[in-house]
């Protein structure tokens, strides 16, 4: 077998992995720890060029942990067509609300966790835009003075799915407002302490207001950490080729997509790691 090499993409969040074949990655338990160790640790993984069959890539999300199933618009189960094409998928429209920094799952329908991991395979790009960003959460809380981690021990935080639509449509009909306000707000902790005893902030475009704070006070700081947690120096940014693969740790990672044309063919597929860890 050849050997997996393992190289930083950015000081704070990812790195590629080279030398590994489709056809290794199921072949041998270690390659799935290697990969899994390496994710911990950065946060992203990008395998350039690698073309995996759909059916592959579920496998391997089912090795790592438990995917989700949920109706994909794709016929192997697992997979899920990332496109702004509405003919492929109905829910195309609520797409563009990943083009602000976000955590998935920060606002559940029945207050289920965040998705451990998600993975995508480009299978068409964008002829402009559609890069994906990624900073690492552990990285924003570990960047911290001690007297701001003191402050922010407490701190709780409501996330909206409303807050992180009207982002994206400011003037939502009724029947918008209603449908997004299905999804409850839900509060989490500004600091999340994981099982592993590493630490991260809990932030981004759902996180609408501080707990007992001043809401504007409040709402400021969460810019402000934003701002710091995705200045440029932080970001790890994916320029999309056909044939890529890459893994993000959700539980550590918010991730955007930059704004691309509804009518691009760009199409990625998407298999998702259920999560196991509540933030707390
Ligand atoms: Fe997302």
Redesign the pocket.
Same mark, same amino acid.
């Given at each position: 077998m050849s050997t997996i090499v393992v190289e930083q993409t950015g000081k704070s969040i990812g790195a590629q992995i080279s030398g590994l074949a489709p056809d290794e990655l199921l072949k041998d338990e270690s390659v799935v720890v290697t990969v899994t160790d390496a994710l911990e640790a950065n946060g992203v993984l990008v395998f350039r060029d690698l073309n995996l069959d759909p059916k592959v890539q579920v496998a391997l999300c089912e090795r790592m942990g438990e995917v989700d199933y949920s109706e994909g618009h794709h016929p192997v189960p697992g997979i899920y067509r990332v496109t702004r094409d509405a003919a492929k998928n109905s829910a195309a429209e609520y797409l563009k609300? *990943?083009f602000h920094w $976000?955590?998935?799952g920060c606002t559940p329908l029945h207050g289920e966790p965040p998705q451990r991991a *998600?993975m995508l395979s480009a299978k068409a790009v964008a002829e402009s835009g559609g890069d994906t960003e990624f900073a690492s959460t552990y990285a924003a809380y570990d960047d911290l003075g001690d007297d701001e981690k003191a402050q922010f021990e407490s701190l709780r935080v409501i996330h909206s799915f409303e807050a992180s639509q009207r982002l994206v449509r400011p003037d939502p009909t009724p029947e918008e407002l209603a449908r997004w306000r299905e999804r409850p707000d839900k509060e989490h902790p500004l600091v999340w302490r994981h099982r592993s005893g590493r630490c991260s902030l809990v932030i981004g475009v759902t996180a609408d207001h501080v707990v007992d704070m001043d809401l504007d006070a409040g709402r400021a700081l969460l810019a402000r950490l934003l701002a710091r947690s995705t200045a440029p120096d932080r970001v790890y940014r994916h320029h999309w080729s056909i044939g890529d693969f890459v893994i993000w740790d959700?539980t550590g990672v918010m $991730?955007?997509?930059e704004p691309y044309d509804p009518s691009s063919a760009r199409e990625m597929h998407r298999t998702t790691m259920s999560g196991d860890e509540p933030i707390q």
């Open positions: 609300g *990943t $976000h955590i998935d *998600t959700n $991730h955007r997509v």
